[in-house]
């Protein structure tokens, strides 16, 4: 007959062994998941930030676009519904005066046949039937006409407001979608800043301080040299006509000098004088810019009507092409394929632009960023 014997327990010994490895695994599993996913360092940082922030301002111009719409749909709305309260008052003026003619054929023994079809609720029916009714008089007829016309007209303009209400409501969902959009790209972005240390942040600051710094002086350097030779009667540069003494402005190397007194010449001016300024999106000065923002003050300065996204302003003026040889101060350098920042050229290589937040109104150089297009206005 076979025994049967109880397995015996694990030893205490070899539990705390199985334990041990267990943790240790675990242990290096979470390791091996941190590794995975490691800090990103300050460059890595700096490239994610400057992707964030070219998302959020593009979610930027499309805010801008929803919020130009939406002001010009709730114009439209206010006139059409003055319109509608008019034509209103205009309809009721004729079925007031269609109601004294049925008054008084009252008091003279009834309502005829004509001014009860006249006073129904479908004009059509009157008209469908009135050669068959021969108490029709012209000046009925004539009435009902006008009653029959002011309706229909009034009709279309209530339809009409309708659409453009629901078209109102459909851009006022863009521009809060637009609103969260950009919201959520800064926050990102402020969330990847903040894993760097203080000194890192301070040293990324510096680096895009400095470049900035670089960029004004090669403007101002520009302009200096434009002066010179302007006072000195020189001849302009190789791409373009010779400098006059009516001349002025910045110039580029193979670039023509913008006329002083011109409109290129204020909007430059006037883009200039806000060296500075902070960027805050959406907004189109005096105290803060966008990149789209800060063309459309300028131009506005110099008594020029841009409208309102850098998308727009792409197709403000004529097309001169990518290369930056062409550029004269004043243009708009338009970059990136789906065209959402801008600039202005001020000569010298350089343009002056709202960068993003956190950046204030500045020099950059021209090809630091992909060029879409350079738009003389």
Same mark, same amino acid.
């Given at each position: 007959?076979?025994?049967?014997?109880?397995?015996?327990?694990?030893?205490?010994?070899?539990?705390?062994?199985?334990?041990?490895?267990?943790?240790?695994?675990?242990?290096?599993?979470?390791?091996?998941?941190?590794?995975?996913?490691?800090?990103?360092?300050?460059?890595?940082?700096?490239?994610?930030?400057?992707?964030?922030?070219?998302?959020?301002?593009?979610?930027?111009?499309?805010?801008?676009?929803?919020?130009?719409?939406?002001?010009? /749909? !709730?114009?439209?709305?206010?006139?059409? !519904?003055? !319109?509608?309260?008019?034509?209103?008052?205009?309809?009721?003026?004729?079925?007031?005066?269609?109601?004294?003619?049925?008054?008084?054929?009252?008091?003279?023994?009834?309502?005829?046949?004509?001014?009860?079809?006249?006073?129904?609720?479908?004009?059509?029916?009157?008209?469908?039937?009135?050669?068959?009714?021969?108490?029709? &008089?012209? @000046?009925?007829?004539? $009435?009902?006409?006008?009653?029959?016309?002011?309706?229909?007209?009034?009709?279309? !303009?209530?339809?009409?407001?309708?659409?453009? /209400? $629901?078209? /109102?409501?459909?851009?006022?969902?863009?521009?809060?979608?637009?609103?969260?959009?950009?919201?959520?790209?800064?926050?990102?972005?402020?969330?990847?800043?903040?894993?760097?240390?203080?000194?890192? #942040?301070?040293? /990324?600051?510096?680096?895009?301080?400095?470049?900035?710094?670089?960029? $004004?002086?090669?403007?101002?350097?520009? #302009?200096?040299? @434009?002066?010179?030779?302007?006072?000195?009667? +020189?001849? +302009?540069?190789?791409?373009?006509?010779?400098?006059?003494?009516?001349?002025?402005?910045? #110039?580029?190397? &193979?670039?023509?000098?913008?006329?002083?007194?011109?409109?290129?010449?204020?909007?430059?001016?006037?883009?200039?004088?806000?060296?500075?300024?902070?960027?805050?999106?959406?907004?189109?000065?005096?105290?803060?810019?966008?990149?789209?923002?800060?063309?459309?003050?300028?131009?506005?300065?110099?008594?020029?009507?841009?409208?309102?996204?850098?998308?727009?302003?792409?197709?403000?003026?004529?097309?001169?092409?990518?290369?930056?040889?062409?550029?004269?101060?004043?243009?708009?350098?338009?970059?990136?394929?789906?065209?959402?920042?801008?600039?202005?050229?001020?000569? +010298?290589?350089?343009?002056?632009?709202?960068?993003?937040?956190?950046?204030?109104?500045?020099?950059?150089?021209?090809?630091?960023?992909?060029?879409?297009?350079?738009? #003389?206005?």
């Amino acid at each position: 007959m076979a025994s049967h014997r109880r397995p015996k327990p694990a030893s205490r010994t070899r539990v705390t062994i199985l334990t041990a490895a267990a943790a240790t695994a675990v242990a290096l599993s979470a390791q091996t998941g941190a590794h995975a996913d490691p800090k990103p360092t300050k460059d890595e940082v700096a490239t994610q930030v400057d992707q964030l922030d070219g998302q959020a301002e593009a979610a930027t111009e499309k805010f801008n676009a929803a919020t130009e719409k939406q002001q010009t /749909l !709730q114009k439209q709305v206010s006139d059409l !519904q003055d !319109q509608v309260a008019r034509q209103q008052d205009r309809v009721s003026t004729v079925q007031q005066g269609l109601a004294e003619i049925a008054a008084e054929q009252y008091r003279n023994g009834g309502i005829s046949p004509t001014v009860q079809l006249m006073l129904s609720s479908s004009p059509d029916s009157f008209l469908s039937r009135a050669d068959s009714i021969q108490q029709v &008089g012209l @000046s009925q007829a004539d $009435a009902l006409k006008t009653l029959k016309g002011e309706q229909e007209k009034l009709d279309q !303009q209530k339809a009409e407001a309708q659409q453009k /209400l $629901a078209e /109102l409501d459909a851009t006022t969902k863009d521009l809060k979608t637009s609103k969260d959009e950009v919201q959520a790209k800064l926050a990102q972005a402020k969330a990847l800043l903040d894993t760097l240390t203080q000194q890192e #942040r301070e040293a /990324l600051q510096a680096a895009q301080d400095k470049a900035a710094a670089d960029a $004004a002086a090669s403007a101002r350097a520009s #302009r200096d040299s @434009s002066r010179a030779d302007l006072s000195s009667g +020189g001849s +302009g540069g190789s791409g373009g006509s010779g400098s006059s003494s009516k001349s002025g402005g910045s #110039r580029a190397g &193979g670039s023509v000098n913008v006329p002083s007194g011109s409109y290129a010449a204020a909007a430059v001016a006037a883009a200039e004088s806000q060296e500075g300024k902070p960027y805050l999106w959406g907004a189109t000065g005096p105290d803060a810019f966008d990149c789209s923002g800060l063309m459309q003050w300028a131009y506005a300065k110099a008594g020029v009507s841009l409208p309102r996204t850098s998308q727009e302003q792409a197709s403000a003026g004529t097309n001169m092409g990518t290369d930056i040889s062409n550029a004269r101060p004043g243009d708009l350098i338009i970059f990136y394929d789906d065209q959402h920042h801008v600039g202005m050229y001020v000569g +010298g290589g350089q343009v002056i632009h709202a960068p993003r937040a956190g950046k204030p109104v500045q020099y950059m150089s021209a090809t630091v960023l992909p060029i879409s297009a350079i738009v #003389r206005v």
